[in-house]
């Protein structure tokens, strides 16, 4: 009877012991080094796993991170805030980045572009842009399907009117739509940048006004109305030079087919007299004879010609001039 | 002897297909379905532990069970070596392929639970198969479980880019395809072998 009770405790027992002993050997041989920063910068990170780093997930980027291959502000979703964090774990200094968002770099909604067939497929982009560049007549167009909805983990992308359109606000510039896009209209901008070009053809303007009604036609006139050099027609399309862009949207006012998206509602620069010196250099400052005084008088600001373009307000030395 | 072999081979991998046609192991076959190079990673792990797994209980079975009038241990001692052998698995995963191991995430530990890797221990000894066979036995279901998932896993990356109706979106259609690759594979009950 007694072994009938031992035989079972012995061989279990003695499975249990001996598995347990090869587990214990092999939790020692086969043992990951985990960093302790590692978790700390994982935490930090915003856990979208959205891939925007380049990083495979947000534990990707916190074990490059960590070992020195990314750099801290490597997240562009996390931000400056975050990347400050990180530096706290890291004990490293960071730099200001400017914050950008993405742009759909297309206008051809249903009313504004003809198609020339009717798609039956696939929903999605690259599919149909593998048929002769989408249904549409452009072949630089927005097909409309939704590829860069699906990728986006934020929820910054609609379909409205049978294009994409990228909410601003929710944006975090993690660049998976700007991927994703087989037609590649899809640009990181930033984000204090309110003047762009909401067009990619580079057809000939008499091509481009028979299938749309609103795409950029290469007329020049917003080149020509520029004074800072910042817009040029490169390949029959308006393209602008962000560096040298300063948001006057003279070009936006001046589009005959107003495809150049911007502020058509600018404020007007007023100098406060008091604290004027009259140095002049806002004058010689101004491309659009907006200031008028002489040396040693005080400055004043001609409204009709004041376009908003917040250049003197920057060149001021006694910070007296403000937007209204 | 040979003959032997490839009969229980091909009846493990198509005839009788432990997911398809014997409904073992679903769980993983449903859930770490949604990409090919996953579903192959997960075969692959439950290849080995079948593999393993069969050889080890069958001389548990024949060398502790049997001799010391144990038998109606089986169940336990069965699931102690399988869970073990998951832990291996794991550890060795973790280090070898920590890619693999984060996508397989929740369903490594799960094979532990696989009613397949315990019913394949269990069926050897029901139909007394000697120590090659039931190795035999055991890797071919495990293969026949692969070929299984992996060709889910292929038509269920199709299925992501066609227009299903909402209420049938991920998962119900999911189901309605294993049941349609189910029906296909009744087409190798009448293999004569």
Known sequence: MIDQILAPVISLGGMGLAFGALLAYASKKFAVEVDE????????????????????????????????????????????????????????????????????????????????????????????????????????GCTGLGTCVKVCKFGAIKIENGIAVIDPEKCTACGQCVGACPKKIIELIPASQSTWVKCKSRDKGGDVKNYCSVGCIGCKICEKACKFDAVHVIDNVAVIDYEKCVNCSQCVIKCPKKIIQGKLETKKARINEKLCVGCTICKKQCKFEAIEGDLKIKHKVIEDNCVGCEQCVLKCPKNCIEMV | MLREIIVIALSAILVENFVLVKFLGICPFLGVSKKTETALGMGMAVTFVMAMASAITWLVQEFILVPFHIEYLQTIAFILVIAALVQFVEMVLQKISPGLYQ???????????????????????????????????????????????????????????????????????????????????????????
């Not at chain 1, 964090?85 to 730099?95: D, Q, Y």
């Not at chain 2, 996508?103 to 198969?129: K, W």
């Not at chain 2, 909402?166 to 690759?181: E, M, N, R, S, V």
């Open chain 1, 37 to 140: 920063r590692i978790p700390a910068v994982i935490d930090v990170l915003p856990g979208a796993n959205c891939g925007g780093c380049g990083y495979p997930g947000c534990s990707g980027l916190a074990a490059a991170i960590v070992e020195g291959k990314a750099p801290v502000n490597a997240c562009p979703v996390g931000g400056s805030a975050c990347a400050a964090a990180i530096a706290g774990i890291m004990g490293v200094t960071t730099e200001e980045t400017e914050r950008m968002v993405a742009r759909v770099l297309c206008y051809g909604t249903k009313d504004n572009a003809r198609e020339k067939y009717e798609y039956y497929g696939i929903s999605d982009c690259t599919a149909a842009a593998k048929l002769g560049g989408g249904s549409k007549s452009c072949a630089y």
């Open chain 2, 103 to 193: 996508a397989l995430g929740i369903y490594l530990p799960l094979i532990t639970t696989n009613c397949a890797v315990l019913g394949v221990a269990l069926l050897n000894i029901q139909r007394e198969y000697n120590f090659i066979n039931s190795l035999v036995f055991g890797t071919c279901a495990a293969l026949g479980f692969t070929l299984a998932i992996v060709l889910f896993a292929g038509v269920r990356e199709r299925l992501e880019m066609s227009d299903i109706p909402k209420p049938l979106q991920d998962f119900p259609i999911a189901l309605i395809t294993a049941a349609l690759l189910s029906i296909a594979f009744l087409g190798f009950q009448g293999l004569k072998l």
